[in-house]
């Protein structure tokens, strides 16, 4: 939760090497007085670090 550009989330809950599968990341937006999200399932492996991007530009929300 709060607001602008960057989350980090953190984990001791994983050792180094092992997997959690199908994670499920949801960033919610507000834009234009409208609620809008978009969800990235993903791996993730204890002791490395990963980048994910979500893109709530206009042009992107126009096809929905």
Same mark, same amino acid.
């Given at each position: 939760?709060? =607001?602008?550009? $960057?989350? !980090?989330?953190?984990?001791?809950? $994983?050792?180094? /090497?092992?997997?959690?599968?199908?994670?499920? +990341?949801?960033?919610?937006?507000? +834009?234009?007085?409208? %609620? @809008?999200?978009?969800?990235?399932? @993903?791996? +993730? +492996? /204890?002791? !490395?670090?990963?980048?994910?991007? %979500?893109?709530? !530009? =206009?042009?992107? $929300? =126009?096809?929905?």
């Amino acid at each position: 939760s709060g =607001a602008g550009e $960057l989350r !980090t989330f953190k984990t001791e809950s $994983l050792k180094v /090497g092992q997997m959690w599968q199908d994670y499920v +990341i949801r960033v919610e937006s507000e +834009i234009d007085g409208e %609620f @809008v999200t978009q969800e990235k399932t @993903v791996s +993730i +492996i /204890g002791g !490395t670090e990963s980048d994910y991007h %979500f893109d709530f !530009t =206009a042009s992107k $929300l =126009a096809a929905r």
